[in-house]
């Protein structure tokens, strides 16, 4: 009786260690793609990003997003939940790959080809410029980026009447704030000797900064002295597009809210309190100027948002409704790309990265019940997300 029970026992331990190898040999072999969660991927490199990644989020590296997003370019929301998450993850979709792709195939030596990014509130429009935006960056473009151009036409910190154009007004706080953004940037880039100014540029009577001085000091003129900010960011965006043509940089301009533009009014003042349309603040001559297709070596990215525009215009997200006639006729020639909801897949993927981040504790049904509250909007689903 002992001898069978020792044999059985024997067999049980025996059986034991044959599992305990096995799960020993899985455990050692090598992490494969397959093996990892299915909406990451470990390629960081945009230019690589293909239809294969469709649907999964890479990271951001943490110096690539100091330099491009330090002074904007998410938005509030995400930046909170991306300092929550401890990491800045991006889905790739399509629309940024399409971007990306043609941005790729272009010929340089032909004039700026313009693309016009658009949907619904929340679809993910610019988390979609920010993927293009950092595949800029890594491809060595100088990149000229308004985060959103609704803070200045909206929400500007300052204004105050033009010395040099009567009936404009400047915006210095926000045009320094914009200026800093533009160097942090480009700094790799804007230590180019070639780097210079072309023109002669008169501030005053006793400040000039001749032609062939570093683009360096404009930028650091107009920090520095407040009351020039305005008129520093003109002459940047007009000695870039010069720049450009003569082959010294290859620029990416992306504005996030193109739209305001072109709409009838501000919140930007006079002096006697009397508000002024987009055009008579002063720096928006700039970025029209190089949102324009007569020069080369470039390329415009923009957005249209209905937030961009008043609360009562907001009836469409189409680019014909939120430019206006103007706007329009403006960009026209240009490539839409629509920014839709998420796809069921892209949904699945989202929900399966908050849940690794223990963002949302799962219970059954629950991406049925999240997919139909909130029509699979990027921005609802974020929303919805935050109380669970």
């Given at each position: 009786m002992l001898k069978s029970t020792s044999e059985i026992l024997s067999r049980k331990l025996t059986s034991l260690s044959k599992f305990q190898l096995t799960c020993y040999?899985?455990?050692?072999?090598?992490?494969?793609?397959?093996?990892?969660?299915?909406?990451?991927?470990?390629?960081?490199?945009?230019?690589?990003?293909?239809?294969?990644?469709?649907?999964?989020?890479?990271?951001?590296?943490?110096?690539?997003?100091?330099?491009?997003?330090?002074?904007?370019?998410?938005?509030?929301?995400?930046?909170?939940?991306?300092?929550?998450?401890?990491?800045?993850?991006?889905?790739?979709?399509?629309?940024?790959?399409?971007?990306?792709?043609?941005?790729?195939?272009?010929?340089?030596?032909?004039?700026?080809?313009?693309?016009?990014?658009?949907?619904?509130?929340?679809?993910?429009?610019?988390?979609?410029?920010?993927?293009?935006?950092?595949?800029?960056?890594?491809?060595?473009?100088?990149?000229?980026?308004?985060?959103?151009?609704?803070?200045?036409?909206?929400?500007?910190?300052?204004?105050?009447?033009?010395?040099?154009?009567?009936?404009?007004?400047?915006?210095?706080f926000d045009a320094a704030a914009w200026l800093l953004h533009f160097k942090t940037q480009n700094a790799h880039l804007l230590s180019k000797p070639e780097a210079k100014t072309n023109q002669d540029h008169v501030w005053s009577k006793r400040e000039i900064t001749p032609a062939g001085s570093p683009l360096l000091s404009i930028i650091e003129h107009g920090i520095n002295r407040l009351k020039y900010a305005s008129k520093a960011v003109v002459v940047i965006c007009n000695e870039v597009k010069e720049l450009s043509n003569q082959g010294v940089f290859k620029t990416l301009v992306a504005v996030d809210g193109f739209n305001a533009f072109f709409y009838p009014s501000t919140r930007v003042y006079t002096e006697k309190k009397e508000a002024v349309p987009p055009h008579k603040v002063t720096v928006t001559e700039g970025f029209i100027n190089l949102s324009k297709f007569d020069w080369k070596n470039g390329a415009?990215?923009?957005?249209?948002?209905?937030?961009?525009?008043?609360?009562?215009?907001?009836?469409?997200?189409?680019?014909?409704?939120?430019?206006?006639?103007d706007g329009f006729e403006h960009l026209d020639p240009f490539v839409p790309i629509s920014v839709p909801d998420y796809t069921t897949k892209e949904f699945m993927s989202c929900m399966e990265y908050y849940r690794e981040r223990k963002w949302v504790q799962p219970y059954t049904g629950q991406d049925d019940e999240l997919k139909f509250i909130s029509a699979s909007n990027p921005y609802n689903l974020m929303k919805l997300c935050n109380s669970l």
């Open positions: 040999s899985i455990a050692a072999q090598p992490i494969t793609q397959e093996r990892l969660q299915k909406f990451r991927t470990s390629e960081t490199v945009c230019s690589k990003h293909s239809i294969e990644h469709l649907s999964q989020f890479y990271k951001v590296p943490a110096n690539d997003k100091k330099q491009i997003f330090a002074h904007g370019g998410l938005t509030k929301s995400f930046e909170e939940q991306s300092k929550s998450f401890n990491e800045t993850c991006l889905m790739i979709r399509q629309p940024a790959l399409d971007v990306i792709s043609l941005l790729k195939t272009l010929d340089y030596s032909q004039p700026v080809v313009r693309f016009v990014l658009y949907g619904k509130k929340g679809s993910g429009k610019t988390v979609s410029l920010a993927h293009i935006l950092h595949y800029a960056f890594q491809e060595g473009f100088l990149i000229v980026h308004i985060p959103w151009l609704g803070n200045w036409m909206r929400r500007c910190r300052e204004n105050s009447n033009s010395e040099d154009k009567e009936g404009y007004v400047d915006i210095n415009v990215v923009v957005t249209v948002d209905q937030i961009a525009a008043g609360q009562n215009d907001q009836l469409s997200y189409l680019p014909r409704y939120l430019l206006g006639k």
